[in-house]
């Protein structure tokens, strides 16, 4: 008789607890779900440990045009974004194409397209006119908007959008693209479905 008893105890004990335990489970889940970030599970191999630091920093504060609210000056970050796209071999800015984060993608295209030895430069463009996933953070002063991937490379990196005011002269960077090749990437460029962010 004691000995039934006593299981029947226990039984009640774990009977009282298993709702607990089950509230507590799904607490959890739900946090980790609502907290999730797709860089968690993103494969490093290949890529270097400073340009790894490097990338989360990118990752972490955008893209800036050089200019911070007030006239402060984001130089520093411009030069973080300009030494990742100078030591980053080309291996390395591939894999970082892959990047769940727009403002990364965007380094490595743009580092892919300083790289003089690389070739299929018009592809890879177009490959970031495409690339819609993840948008950049973009500051430019006081101001703070998400863009485009594309819509980065073609206007402030290559500076061939003709809907946009002529660069001047000392601005625009050689990047041995044609003549038919800014055609074909433009044809692609207003192509592309309008957001509105």
Known sequence: ?????????????????????????????????????PNWIYNWNGIRKEIKDSILLV???????????????????????????????????????????????????????????????????????????FLINYHSGCFVWDREIGEYIVQDVLMIDDQMPPPSKNSIENFNLSKSDIYKILKEFKKRPKNDF
């Open 1 to 37: 008789m004691n000995k039934n008893l006593r299981h029947t105890n226990r039984r009640n004990r774990l009977s009282n607890l298993f709702p607990l335990l089950t509230i507590v489970g799904v607490g959890i889940l739900v946090f980790v779900a609502s907290s999730y970030e």
């Open 59 to 133: 990752e972490m504060h955008g893209i800036t045009s050089g200019i911070a609210g007030n006239g402060i000056s984001s130089q520093n970050e411009v030069e973080r974004r300009k030494k990742i796209m100078n030591t980053a071999s080309q291996a390395e800015l591939m894999k970082l194409l892959q990047y769940p984060n727009g403002s990364v993608r965007a380094t490595a295209y743009e580092g892919m397209l300083k790289k003089d030895d690389f070739k299929g430069k018009t592809d890879l463009i177009i490959q970031a006119i495409n690339d819609t996933t």
